[in-house]
């Protein structure tokens, strides 16, 4: 199995506090050390809206690349891929999503308007001889237009194979899939896209990203997307939680006799590292009113039902 660290990236891009680049650098370093096989370490986005990530060029600079480890970088278009050439990233990632609400208020255009913001990325990515992941957001529910059915997934995976990428990550971006959810848009991809050219991407809002992880397993994916200590969030998805946790993936993995090739105590004393700077505000429930509770089998019809009971 092939774990994707994407805490320097999807992790820490929901970080409030500032978090200067040398502890950005020895936390990749750290990660670098502990065995992933890959580690999403930055993304070339607007400092306006991701400001956490506006030192990507220096994080990149910084580190120190491991023989065998692949260091990519997600970008939103073509000046973004300019610079995570410059930067001498290894693989490039674009990002889209199967709800047209979601892509419009992440990216800023529709699911169209992406495929054609991509399309010269890819080729360009492709020419510097450097593969290209497209991420599928919200590919099980999302925050704003509830369950997406799986012929809109399969519809977003086809047009991102037709563009050109190498390998499609499928996320639940608000954490809310099932295993058995999991399972059967896997077996309905599968005639679409060979198993081997797609991965797996997990949050654990509802608790369910680990269970998540092993039905994508089952289903014959590959590789796994997985943030250390479960750092993450998206700023555009209300109500998500973290990224599935990689030390709680590894363990899960290697209780199955399944081979990962990490080593969970480097893993965890990566986080270290980020220690001194982090606000720890993982696994919070929406806040009331979120439009994440929309999507909630537990909702009360306007807040989580935890909300309403008065639990915290």
Known sequence: MRIVEVGPRDGLQNET???????????????SD????EIEVSAFVSPRWVPQLRDAAAVFAGITRRP????????????????????????????????????????NTSIEGSMARFRPVVAAAHAAGLPVRGYVSTAFWCAFEGHIAPAAVIAVVNRLMAIGVDEVAISDTIGKATPEEVARLFDQLRPHIAAERMAAHFHDTYGRGVVNALA?????????????GGLGGCP????????????????????????????????????????????????????????VCAACPFSTGTVCCKHASGQS
Do not use: C, M
Request: hydrophobic content about 50%; charged content about 20%.
């Open 17 to 31: 506090a500032p978090i200067p680049a040398a502890a950005k650098i020895a936390f990749v370093d750290a990660l």
């Open 34 to 37: 502990s065995g992933v096989a």
């Open 68 to 107: 065998g480890v692949v260091y990519s970088a997600l970008v939103p278009n073509r000046q973004g891929l300019d610079q995570a050439l410059a930067a001498g990233a290894d693989k490039i990632a674009v990002f889209t999503a199967a709800s047209e609400t979601f892509a419009r208020k992440n990216i």
């Open 216 to 228: 994508a397993w089952e289903a014959g994916i590959p590789a796994i997307d997985a943030s250390v």
């Open 236 to 291: 555009y998805a209300p109500g998500a939680s973290g990224n599935v946790a990689t030390d709680d993936i590894v363990a899960a993995l290697e209780e199955r006799g399944i081979p990962t090739g990490v080593d969970r105590r480097r893993l965890a004393a990566s986080l270290e590292h980020l220690a001194p700077y982090r606000i720890d505000a993982r696994r919070r429930l929406p806040e009331k009113g979120s439009p």
